[in-house]
Nanobody, 126 residues
Framework: QVQLVESGGGLVQAGGSLRLSCAAS????????MGWFRQVPGKEREFVAA????????RHADSVKGRFTISRDNAKNTVHLQANSLKPEDTAVYYC???????????????????WGQGTQVTVSS
């Protein structure tokens, strides 16, 4: 069982930055691929970024590539999402998730993730 708690969301002006964090419980954190997704009301959950258990492989959605960076610290059981050059269309609830799958092709699909956090709201004003 893995419990995930996100933090770091908030209100920011367009062009600003936020650093989202996700703290995980359990002693097997490094065995999980960790992902970030986001969702706005009325739309499906959207993949943002994912990172392998070792941190050696990452994948970012085209919509955030060059602006967002995922990273992890296995010693502290945390995963981060550094979000720069934020745009109003980045406004959403951001979720942290964990999966055992190592296939990069599956990282973008929410149904492959076994554990989810409660989400943190990010609002970007124009």
């Amino acid at each position: 069982q893995v419990q995930l708690v996100e933090s770091g969301g908030g209100l920011v002006q367009a062009g600003g930055s936020l650093r989202l964090s996700c703290a995980a419980s359990g002693r097997t954190f490094s065995s999980y691929t960790m992902g970030w997704f986001r969702q706005v009301p009325g739309k499906e959950r959207e993949f943002v970024a994912a990172i392998s258990g070792s941190g050696g492989s990452t994948r970012h959605a085209d919509s955030v590539k060059g602006r967002f960076t995922i990273s992890r610290d296995n010693a502290k059981n945390t995963v981060h999402l550094q979000a720069n050059s934020l745009k109003p269309e980045d406004t959403a609830v951001y979720y942290c998730a964990a999966t055992k799958t190592s296939l990069l092709s599956r990282w973008v699909l929410p149904h492959y993730y076994d554990y989810w956090g409660q989400g943190t709201q990010v609002t970007v004003s124009s």
